[in-house]
């Protein structure tokens, strides 16, 4: 199975920024993003297949957050601009396929990732 490794969480204040990033072992169909508040189910974030790095985003946070990867590094990242506390919790990524059909985003995880905790907080 696929390894999947996410890094760069921490304590940012209100209008900061972060970059995460997501890195696969071996290769992949795609990558998505999640995050998970506290208290609430997980939500997918964002969703970049491997062949030709084409990215949806299936939350409402895309007006916020971007995706963007580094091939030779097999990494995924994703940009987290003007955070609010609203933000707080842990990010994964995860292995896995997904496909966009009547603009709801839809995904298949096979790997999650080790989760990194953002927390948006002054």
């Known amino acids: 199975d696929v390894q999947l490794q996410a890094s760069g969480g921490g304590l940012v204040q209100p209008g900061g920024s972060l970059k995460l990033s997501c890195t696969a072992s071996g290769p992949t169909v795609a990558i998505s993003w999640w995050r998970q508040a506290p208290g609430k189910e997980r939500e997918g974030i964002s969703c970049?297949?491997?062949?030709?790095?084409?990215?949806h985003y299936g939350g409402s946070m895309k007006d916020r957050f971007s995706v963007s990867r580094d091939i030779a590094k097999n990494t995924v990242y994703l940009q987290l601009n003007n955070l609010e506390p609203e933000d707080t919790g842990v990010y994964y990524c995860a292995a896995g396929a997904c496909a966009l059909v009547n603009n709801v985003l839809y995904y298949e995880v096979y790997n999650w990732g080790r989760g990194t905790q953002v927390t948006v907080s002054s």
């Open positions: 970049t297949t491997s062949n030709d790095g084409t990215t």
